[in-house]
């Protein structure tokens, strides 16, 4: 188990979008407009957001949207300073979580054709490419391939699942819901 020490998921705040923005700001070509988090976590409720703190320091954020039988990943970033070890996991196992407390059937996302990292996180979680939007992306007319979980439920996914659980020590996972959500 890769221990990192002080490491905390918690739903994100409206205190917490200032420091948010400004990762944004660093690791994003196109950040969110001004007021969106701030939409999304008083009007969308659709929308949950968490973000993981290392000794109460934000490094990390991320949020889907639970449509139906389907979880939207809509946003995932890491301080850049701190990828590349093994945080991205850890807030990517706390979305699937949260897929799971919510009841979700598939989670689905979309990311740029070029971004081999995260491609390659969301492949760890047994994600497929399972399309392409053509110059979806209008900053730079990139292409976003879309992922798919398929069933969350099947064993294999499940299995998976809980072995990157088991690969991360962080504080508001390992099996238990994230705190201050409602179960449902
Ligand atoms: C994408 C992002 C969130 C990933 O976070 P991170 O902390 O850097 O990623 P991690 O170190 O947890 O893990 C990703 C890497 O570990 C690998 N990995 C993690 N767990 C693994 C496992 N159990 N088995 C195999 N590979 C694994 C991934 O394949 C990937 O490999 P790489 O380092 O060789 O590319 C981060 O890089 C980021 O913020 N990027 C900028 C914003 C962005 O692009 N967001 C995604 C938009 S869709």
């Known amino acids: 188990m890769q221990v990192i020490p002080g490491l905390v998921?918690?739903?994100m705040r409206e205190e917490d979008i200032a420091q948010v923005q400004a990762i944004e700001r660093e690791i994003f070509?196109?950040?969110w407009p001004k007021n969106a988090y701030h939409r999304e976590l008083s009007q969308n409720r659709q929308a949950s957001y968490i973000v993981l703190r290392r000794e109460g320091e934000i490094v990390g954020y991320g949020g889907l949207w639970k449509v139906g039988d389907e979880?939207?990943?809509t946003t995932i970033g890491v301080r850049a300073v701190d990828q590349h070890h093994g945080l991205g996991r850890a807030l990517f196992a706390a979305l699937v979580q949260r897929a799971y407390v919510l009841g979700a059937r598939?989670?689905?996302l979309e990311v740029r054709n070029s971004n081999d990292h995260a491609i390659r996180l969301y492949e760890a979680f047994g994600f497929k490419v399972i399309g392409r939007?053509?110059?979806y992306y209008t900053d730079n007319g990139e292409d976003a391939i879309?992922?798919?979980s398929d069933s969350i439920h099947a064993p294999a996914f499940k299995r998976n699942f809980v072995q990157m659980l088991g690969s991360v020590d962080v504080s508001g996972l390992?099996?238990?819901?994230?705190p201050d959500y409602p179960q449902s």
């Open 29 to 31: 070509l196109t950040p």
């Open 106 to 108: 598939w989670i689905t």
């Open 9 to 11: 998921i918690e739903r």
């Open 71 to 73: 979880a939207h990943v």
């Open 174 to 178: 390992n099996g238990t819901p994230l």
């Open 133 to 135: 939007r053509r110059g």
């Open 146 to 148: 879309i992922m798919w």
